[in-house]
């Protein structure tokens, strides 16, 4: 096994880089506005043992409304799940608000019923934010909690958005919402002081790019917000200083800068540069794309509609049978099919399949979908799950090797075995120890080291054999790199990042 390949992998994913795109089957036209991924509870408790969250019956109402639209023949666009992530009140609700707003999916009165209660609520600035914070709590206090799930369509591409959280506390569903997403835009704020805190330590510009990263984000799209405040009126100054300072973190968590990263200046809250270019008499400078047409045409891998079926559950409800909801990360699934909920191996069938709230009869890879399936009760299934093809079934392990880098510990922590964390791979939540260090890799030669190793300290990289207490679906990275990936935990902190080198074998 050539490690120092292995890691330069781990850093720079070069095996996301190789191809482009992904027209796809399915079809959407039923346009539905936000509604929420709901991973509540998910504060780094492990959730594994108690049932998964709940999802809202906003959602299990549209699964009922829809009609299959599959069979209008319209023309297909490719399909792409993108991420808003960045230091909380970056904009990016605000962001995604907007963007539905200007794809004509809410009319000026729903806007004008935000304003007045953003007024009432004495948040006169948040009503855009309206449109992706949808619950009470999430208004009143002005910050998303849970993932708000969006569609959108440009000329080439059907969007999901997926609006995640910028407060440290909710950093689990910013992973959750991460994880399923081919793409992100990172939203920065160059308001005064607002590019700073979120970009010095403890700021969650930095871990969320990190995440992003180590979650498969191939790509990301920085919209540099709010260039309309008073403090920054579209100063191309400020934009460089936070192009500049960003593009070597950048490239440091693992981005080609050149390849798989954009800059471009927005106002989110007024709508500029986002959907028709900025004007000249606004920002005099600027000769790149807007954001619709950058998002018009990033490219991403391509991913193997033929490969084994894998789809991590992200929830589950019940609903004329058990409906489970997830984005597929290989292969295809069609109504009738015969799949494996695992690792508990229970024989299901494939009732219906539903993408973006439209009944489809088949849907391949990058879709987020939900399933209905019979010969398998709701409460047999809990989110970590993986939906898997029977021929080939994901591996079902209590222990893994893996490389990790260490990013940063607790004060006074050492990395050593016996070191717990929470794992999060794909849609797991799970306690996990570390129960042997077996090498370091020399960060500068990325070398493996020949002294015995008993414990690693910040910024160190290192092989070691992960423990879960229940039984967990991984694969390798190399296999499926979506679901060999992972991110350490602990007491609320993102401490490691890593990918899965080895199974042991069945
Ligand atoms: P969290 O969900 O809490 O992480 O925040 P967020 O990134 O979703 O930010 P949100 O959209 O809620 O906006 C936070 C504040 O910034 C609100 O008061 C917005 O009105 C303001 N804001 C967002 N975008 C812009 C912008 O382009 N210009 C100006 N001037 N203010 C903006
Ligand atoms: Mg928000």
Redesign the pocket.
């Known amino acids: 096994m050539d490690i120092e390949a292995e890691i330069r992998e781990l850093q720079l994913d070069s095996a996301d880089n190789n191809g482009v795109i992904n027209p796809e089957d399915a079809k959407p036209e039923e346009v539905e506005m936000t509604d929420k991924v709901e991973v509540e509870g998910m504060k780094d408790e492990v959730h594994r043992n108690s049932q998964p969250a709940k999802v809202k019956d906003k959602e299990a109402a549209a699964v009922e409304d829809v009609e299959a639209l599959d069979e209008k023949g319209k023309e297909k666009k490719r399909h792409l799940n993108v991420v808003f992530i ?1 230091h ?8 995604g608000g907007q963007i539905l707003f200007l794809s004509g999916q809410v009319d000026d009165r729903t806007i004008q019923k935000y304003e007045k209660e953003a007024k009432d609520k004495s ?1 006169e ?2 009503y ?2 309206y449109i992706m ?1 949808t619950n009470e709590e999430e208004r009143v206090k ?3 909690v849970e993932v708000g799930r969006a569609h959108f369509e440009t000329e080439t591409t059907r969007f999901t958005i997926l ?1 995640a ?3 440290k506390s909710y950093v689990p569903n910013m992973i959750s919402g991460a994880s399923q997403a081919d793409i992100g835009v990172l ?1 920065i704020s160059a308001r005064k002081g607002e590019f700073e805190t979120g970009y010095e330590r403890g700021g969650q510009t930095r871990e969320h790019v990190q995440l992003a990263k180590t979650l498969g984000v191939a790509k990301l799209l920085v919209v540099v ?5 008073h403090t920054v009126n579209w100063s191309k100054e400020r934009y460089d200083e936070i192009e500049s300072k960003m593009s070597p973190f950048l490239k440091s968590s693992g981005y080609n800068v050149k390849k798989d990263v954009q800059f471009l200046p ?5 709508g500029t540069n986002m959907k028709t270019r900025v004007d000249k008499s606004i920002c005099p400078w600027w000769n790149g794309p807007c954001l619709f047409e950058a998002l018009d045409r990033i490219e991403v891998p391509l991913r193997d509609p033929k490969g084994p079926f894998r789809m991590p559950i992200i929830d589950k409800f019940k609903d004329m049978g058990t409906v489970v909801m997830g984005k597929v990360e290989s292969g295809s699934v069609c109504e009738g099919d015969s799949l494996l909920v695992m690792p508990n191996k229970a024989q299901v069938k494939v009732v219906a399949v539903y993408c973006d709230e439209n009944k489809v009869r088949c849907a391949g890879p990058g879709e987020n979908l939900r399933i209905r399936l019979s010969g398998i009760e709701d409460e047999d299934i809990l989110s970590g799950f993986v939906l898997s093809s029977v021929a080939k079934p994901i591996p079902a392990v209590t222990e893994f090797t893996a490389q990790l880098q260490i990013l940063e510990l607790l004060e006074n922590a050492i990395f050593t075995a016996g070191y717990k964390a929470v794992l999060h791979i794909h849609s797991i939540v799970e306690e996990c120890e570390i129960v042997e260090l077996l090498q370091q890799i020399d960060p500068k030669t990325r070398k493996p080291m020949k002294k015995k190793v008993l414990f690693v300290k910040n910024g160190a990289f290192v092989v070691c054999r992960v423990q879960v207490e229940n039984t967990i679906c991984v694969e390798k990275f190399a296999d499926f790199p979506q679901l060999g990936r992972f991110t350490l935990r602990t007491e609320g902190k993102t401490i490691a990042v890593g990918k899965v080198t080895d199974l042991p074998s069945a």
């Open positions: 960045g909380v009140d970056a904009g990016k609700s605000t962001t948040r600035s948040w855009m934010a914070d002005g910050k998303t609006d959280p910028g407060h939203v917000n709010k260039m309309d405040d927005i106002s989110g809250l007024i």
